[in-house]
């Protein structure tokens, strides 16, 4: 017989059941909508409005041209930087370290995501208060082999979202590993009170829990509230891992560099997964970091004014419809309304992008306790913010 010339094809195997679980994230499927359609106001994705301050800038362009940038640097971040971190989270943050416990990630979301590789297996469970970022959900789920998290929703009332510690206790289990929660919140603009975090804390000690907590937003909160770093709590400072960056503070989302903290066993068994992921963050970006932590903080006090002015003209437009109800944010820069009818949120946030020309995420995508909200991002300028709620507020009132 002769060989025949026909080539053989082959099937292609499947995907991995973890990736098939997921979707990507809510907010960057709106946001990548409201980038196709025109004349859509964008209130969905959290980049400020302001520009990176020129002394970061500069920094960085001294950096560059010292010839500083170009190569790769040490996985955990440069030595200076992680100096710099030590002494601002000791003296923002009553967290007393030293740097072979710091490790400078490629943004905040990939410090998140080397954390919950590496502290759980599929058969774990882990706790998320929420609503909660809505990447937090889907990171928790890939480290759990496609698993959901176990969600512990906060108590929504007319002066805010609140813990409820039994609400919380009654949910772990054997199998729980952490507790995981975002300070000041994303989405909902809740701040966590020292009761509550000290509510937190007994809880994972007396179950053997770490606690994971997400502190982006750390410098804006209003009405003359606190931030609490539980790390600050010296019984449970080596069972708490802290996230932290200068995406938000600094006006600097694009530079990716974020931080976390551990105790050093467990900062070098991270190291593992983020030298997997990353091999080291980005130089130039690191050299601006130093720039922003070390600098002054008047920039962000600028920031802060601004976001109480936006935050102000959100409570202004919602309150123009009889069809919401919501709280005034304690921190971060979202505003997390409710529909007093039930709605097919996601839905709605699709329509909107099509229908009122307003892009915003829904409240879904942010675990239980989000459904029936959407999130609006005030981190933008005054005459758009305005604008997509204005859009919003006559849209809803037409036809809800």
């Not at 990507?24 to 959290?46: E, F």
């Not at 003359?224 to 010296?234: D, K, L, N, Q, V």
């Not at 600028?302 to 123009?320: D, N, T, V, W």
Request: charged letters at 25%.
């Amino acid at each position: 017989m002769k060989p025949t010339d026909k080539k053989k094809t082959y099937g292609l195997k499947g995907l991995s059941s973890v990736v098939s679980s997921i979707e990507v994230s809510a907010i960057k499927r709106v946001q990548n909508l409201a980038s196709s359609s025109k004349g859509v106001v964008s209130l969905a994705q959290g980049t400020p409005s302001f520009f990176t301050p020129d002394y970061v800038k500069n920094a960085i362009k001294d950096a560059m041209d010292k010839n500083l940038t170009d190569k790769y640097t040490i996985g955990f971040g440069i030595e200076p930087l992680r100096v710099a971190i030590v002494n601002k989270l000791k003296k923002d943050n009553g967290i007393v370290t030293e740097k072979e416990q710091i490790i400078v990630t490629h943004g905040g979301i990939e410090g998140l995501m080397a954390v919950f590789m590496t502290l759980l297996n599929p058969d774990d469970e882990m706790i998320v208060l929420t609503p909660d970022y809505a990447s937090h959900i889907t990171q928790v789920k890939i480290a759990l082999g496609g698993k959901s998290p176990t969600f512990v929703p906060l108590q929504e009332t007319t002066k805010g979202w609140i813990l409820d510690p039994e609400l919380l206790e009654k949910a772990v289990t054997k199998k729980t590993k952490a507790i995981l929660f975002c300070n000041p919140c994303n989405p909902t603009g809740k701040v966590f009170t020292k009761v509550e975090l000290k509510e937190i804390v007994r809880i994972a000690l007396k179950h053997n829990l770490y606690i994971i907590s997400d502190e982006i937003y750390e410098y804006f909160l209003y009405d003359g509230r606190e931030h609490f770093s539980t790390a600050s709590f010296s019984e449970v400072a080596d069972r708490t891992i802290s996230v932290f960056g200068v995406s938000k503070s600094y006006s600097m989302t694009g530079w990716r560099i974020g931080y976390l903290v551990a105790n050093k066993t467990l900062a070098s068994q991270i190291f593992k997964i983020h030298d997997s992921l990353v091999t080291c963050p980005t130089a130039a970006s690191q050299y601006g970091a130093i720039a922003a932590i070390n600098g002054p903080k008047n920039e962000i006090l600028r920031f802060k004014k601004e976001y109480e002015k936006r935050r102000q003209i959100c409570m202004e437009e919602l309150g123009k419809t009889d069809r919401l109800e919501f709280s005034a944010p304690e921190g971060a820069y979202y505003i997390f309304p409710k529909f007093k009818k039930p709605v097919d949120d996601f839905a709605l946030a699709l329509e909107m992008v099509e229908k009122a020309g307003v892009a915003l995420v829904p409240g879904s995508a942010f675990g239980k306790g989000g459904e029936n909200h959407v999130r609006i991002t005030y981190c933008y300028a005054q005459d758009i913010l305005r604008e997509g709620l204005q859009r919003f507020v006559k849209y809803i009132n037409k036809h809800l």
